[in-house]
């Protein structure tokens, strides 16, 4: 009899773990795993996507409901799917998403961010009475199908990359914080060096600086200032023949009335009177 009680119960155990086990594999192919390789089967059809992460709390405490959202999912008439940032992180910059949980409603590639209460009765009610209609969706110019996008994607995952390295150099290397951080900075500064010089290359192979030439008006220019310094030469040549030599017989002489105001004049100058020789 005991015997039995005890083959009784290892039966029990092990139709309760089956039960169990097919219940997760029944979550499982009822939400799909989104990830980098398939995440644009969210492109057709009508979708409703969650971005969790596994360490975070809210997240695991949304699981529940979005299973359920992912058995009723043909009652709905729609399919469930979600995406863990940590091993996509290029579809959380493509989504921007900046908070854990972040829902998404996609119809035929429109996205809508869902930002009502995360409920089992909201979640269905937003799908089944298509409240998502007024919600506006995402532009096109921040749709994550659009290239500026697509180009921030491949940031987040440079960024993982990155980070991955920092932590080999730390970890198995040894090496310190700030050592791993000058190992970057000194990179950074030759690849950026690198990059501007092979930009400046092509500006100049595709628009090659052109010969300067001389306008119209700078030549003018140039000849009415040599027109101007002969003329000054010219009135400085006369200044010189004009003027008056003191000695000289044949100079124009004054007149009195001239010589006179031109004694008076307290601008004059008195000359001393000169010796004869």
């Excluded at 854990?100 to 009765?121: A, M």
């Excluded at 002969?230 to 006369?238: A, K, L, N, P, Q």
């Excluded at 007149?255 to 000359?271: L, T």
């Amino acid at each position: 009899m005991f015997l039995k009680s005890i083959l009784f119960g290892l039966l029990s155990c092990i139709i309760l773990t089956n039960a169990s086990l097919q219940t997760k594999k029944n979550q499982i192919q009822n939400v799909h795993q989104l990830n980098e390789d398939n995440w644009d089967r969210m492109l057709t059809g009508e979708w409703m996507v969650k971005f969790y992460a596994p360490w975070c709390p809210a997240c695991k405490d949304l699981n529940p409901t979005w299973n359920y959202l992912g058995d009723i999912k043909k009652d709905l008439g729609i399919n469930v799917g979600k995406v863990d940032v940590t091993d996509s992180p290029g579809l959380s910059g493509r989504f921007m998403v900046t908070a854990l949980p972040t829902i998404y409603h996609v119809k035929d590639g429109l996205f809508r961010q869902y930002k009502s209460p995360r409920d089992k009765d909201s979640l269905v009610e937003f799908v089944r009475a298509k409240t998502w209609t007024k919600v506006e969706p995402i532009p096109s110019w921040k749709s994550p199908t659009s290239i500026q996008m697509s180009v921030i994607s491949q940031f987040f995952k440079m960024s993982q990359v990155l980070r991955a390295i920092h932590n080999k150099l730390m970890e198995e290397f040894g090496l310190p914080t700030w050592g791993s951080y000058l190992i970057f900075a000194i990179a950074t500064i030759i690849f950026g060096a690198i990059i501007g010089l092979v930009i400046v290359c092509i500006i100049d192979f595709i628009y090659p600086p052109k010969p300067v030439k001389i306008s119209g008006n700078k030549k003018r220019k140039g000849k009415d200032d040599k027109d101007k310094t002969s003329d000054d030469e010219d009135y400085i040549e006369g200044v010189k023949d004009d003027l008056v030599d003191e000695d000289g017989s044949d100079s124009e002489k004054l007149d009195d009335n001239d010589k006179k105001s031109a004694a008076n004049s307290p601008n004059a100058r008195k000359r001393k009177p000169r010796k004869a020789d």
